[in-house]
């Protein structure tokens, strides 16, 4: 959070800051990591199955198979949402104390 602010006929800038330790930093690569790929896992799978499902002839079996699909689609963004909460959760308490480092321009 950066706020400005006078004394006297100088101009101060109040930046906050927290300082992660090595907990905070391993939980924020952890969360960022997870969420690269669950994307991926998203994508790489939607694009297999859609080569897959090219090949298939009978539009029943067809329609079977893009709602397999899209199950597994579903169950994957389930999994993503509550990892991501997860590891948000870990990032953010361990995110370290708060620094706050004033500077005059």
Known sequence: MHELGMRGT???????RYR???FGWLFL???WAFNG???YAIFSGVSENAQKAAQIADPRMRAAF????????MIL???WAAGAIVFALLAY???GRK?????ER
């Not at 100088?10 to 906050?16: D, G």
């Not at 620094?99 to 500077?103: D, G, N, T």
């Open 99 to 103: 620094e706050i480092i004033e500077v």
């Open 20 to 22: 992660r330790g090595v």
């Open 37 to 39: 790929l669950m994307v």
């Open 29 to 31: 690569l952890l969360f």
């Open 93 to 95: 308490f361990t995110r």
């Open 10 to 16: 100088a101009l101060w800038l109040v930046i906050e």
């Open 77 to 79: 963004l389930v999994f």
């Open 66 to 73: 893009d709602a397999g699909t899209g199950l597994g689609i």
